[in-house]
């Protein structure tokens, strides 16, 4: 292989991972400070209301007679944890973990998943036309943030990276197969060009990393549908993207970003839900873990592109919505609360007498954690990375 073939496939250098369910993209970027954001995209829009239960607000069992079962934990007089979030409550109990709720994006009324995630990850107003995400634009206005720090793998977009700034990508749409005797003869040819050696032996290492995983999913895929479902209700891929993450977080990554999907729970939510929160309890502890030390210059952002109606339908499910929660951890945030504005669940206190009213901009609650643990400027924030955000108040999340 000579160098040049190798660069020109530079990014679409990669591992045969395409046909694993589990697998989604991740993007990293390193930047000139020393603490760290993970940013988790919850696509097909988390249930706020369910995962984090306003037990003292008197509309809410009327709301959800169903998917109230009485099963949650009560972490203070109001509010309750879902039972597949009860992993987390030594993290609660220990400050590491909290929510804030009645937030969402400034997206309104479309209830597409599609529209709502782009608005998400692209940090803006409205669907911003393929401006590219917030991380890219941080890329370009942020001293000491290279593009060549930034990558991504997984044949999805991850459009919170996407944009004019340059990024590195390794797609799995390309078959890397390497002989032990190759890999020394690239180690060897590429020994005196750093540049070449690091980004070669990365994509070796993503490889080997995410190895595992591939062979789990063919395997589940071999064994039939009934496996698979029950693959799906144990935590799997994204703890070993969390460990990828943490892996390079350990390094010079500072900020880190990929999906736990499954979310979408319009039928029969009680056991969907369940299983898919107790997947972002083991990432959310995998990274906890495997982050060691770094876990306390460490916050973590689980974001979704809205919430769910108030009233489950019949079904026992719920539909697309308006306001919902962010979930958070890491110990560079302040935990063991249920932050922001809380609206209330009267028939005049919904959003168009259907969904949670939104109270604060999850973008703002993003936005001060980069102030806070970056020393961004909040000019910067407010008009390059989010732009036309209003910061408002400074949150009692931030330590």
């Known amino acids: 292989m000579d160098r040049r073939r190798f660069l020109l496939q530079g990014a679409a250098l990669g591992c045969s991972l395409a046909a694993s369910p589990l697998i989604t993209p991740v993007a ?56 597949g979030l009860a992993p987390l409550l030594p993290l609660w109990q220990a400050g590491e973990m909290g929510a804030v709720h009645a937030v969402s994006t400034p997206y309104r009324d479309g209830r597409s ?64 197969k390497l002989s032990p005797q190759v890999r020394r003869l690239l180690e060897m040819t590429l020994h005196e060009d750093p540049l070449f050696r690091d980004a070669a032996l990365q ?55 990929f999906s736990v999907n499954g979310w979408d729970t319009h039928l029969n939510q009680k056991g969907g839900l369940e299983k898919t929160l107790l997947r972002l309890s083991d990432t959310i502890l995998t990274l906890r873990d495997e982050l060691g030390p770094v876990w306390d210059k460490t916050a973590v952002l ?21 306001g919902g929660a962010m979930i958070y951890a890491g110990g560079a945030l302040r935990g063991g609360q249920v932050a922001g504005r809380w609206p209330g669940l009267s028939e005049q206190a919904l959003f168009e007498g259907r969904d949670l009213m939104p109270t604060g ?39």
């Not at 000139?32 to 706020?48: S, Y």
């Not at 290279?146 to 797609?171: H, V």
């Open 113 to 176: 998943h599609f529209d709502g995630q782009d608005i998400l990850e692209a940090g803006t107003l409205r669907i911003d036309g393929g401006k590219g995400g917030w991380l890219n634009r941080m890329l370009g206005v942020v001293p000491g943030m290279t593009a060549e720090t930034a990558f991504a793998i997984g044949q999805d977009r991850m459009a919170i990276l996407s944009g004019p700034a340059k990024y590195l990508r390794w797609s799995p749409e390309v078959t890397l």
């Open 203 to 257: 994509a070796v290492a993503i490889a080997d990393g995410l190895s595992v995983e591939a062979a789990a999913a063919a395997a589940m895929q071999e064994d039939g549908g009934a496996q698979m479902a029950m693959a799906e209700a144990r935590p799997g891929g994204e703890s070993a993207l969390a460990r990828f993450a943490a892996s390079r977080l350990r390094e010079e990554t500072r900020i880190a970003s």
């Open 28 to 83: 990293l970027a390193a930047g000139p400070w020393d603490n760290r954001l993970v940013v988790i995209v919850l696509r097909g829009a988390m249930d706020g209301l369910d995962a984090i239960r306003p037990l003292g607000d008197p509309d809410y069992a009327g709301l959800r007679p169903t998917l109230n079962d009485g099963n949650g934990t009560a972490v203070t007089d109001f509010w309750a944890l879902h039972p």
């Open 302 to 322: 689980c974001m979704t592109e809205f919430g769910r109606t108030a009233r489950e339908n019949g079904t026992r499910g719920t539909d697309h919505g308006t």
């Open 361 to 399: 901009d999850v973008r703002a609650a993003a936005g001060w954690i980069m102030r806070s643990l970056f020393g961004m400027d909040a000019g910067v924030i407010s008009q390059a990375v989010f732009p036309g955000l209003d910061l408002g108040a400074k949150p009692e999340f931030l330590l």
